[in-house]
């Protein structure tokens, strides 16, 4: 059974960082894309970041572009969210999730394990 568990959410001032962190396990994850969505209070869950685990091609929403950076330890089977320059409209629970396959899509409903979710506030 995937098992995806997320870490290193809390509460941070604007303009400040913070690291968040997605344990996999389960099965091989060489084939696959792991990704980062959120969802703020009232709304959808939406794209953040994706990272493909072979070769670690990598992709951004508009929104954290140049602010945020995925990475993967292939070691570790562990995929980080550096995020930098925090802003109170990054306040959400951030999931970690998996698909197979060797795209970054940004639709939900093709990533098929997903973690609890780790909630991040950024105040003003």
């Known amino acids: 059974q995937v098992q995806l568990v997320e870490s290193g959410g809390g509460l941070v001032q604007a303009g400040g960082s913070l690291r968040l962190s997605c344990a996999a396990c389960g099965r091989t994850f060489s084939s696959d894309v792991m990704g980062w969505f959120r969802q703020a209070s009232g709304k959808e869950r939406g794209f953040v970041s994706g990272?493909?685990?072979?070769?670690?091609?990598?992709r951004y929403a508009d929104s954290v572009k140049g602010r945020f950076t995925i990475s993967r330890d292939t070691a570790k089977t562990t995929v980080n969210l550096q995020m930098n320059s925090l802003k109170p409209e990054d306040t959400a629970v951030y999931y970690c999730?998996?698909?197979?396959?060797?795209?970054?899509?940004?639709?939900?409903?093709?990533?098929?394990?997903w973690g609890q979710g780790t909630q991040v506030t950024v105040s003003s």
């Open positions: 990272i493909k685990w072979s070769g670690g091609s990598t």
């Open positions: 999730t998996t698909r197979p396959g060797l795209y970054i899509t940004t639709m939900a409903e093709a990533y098929d394990y």
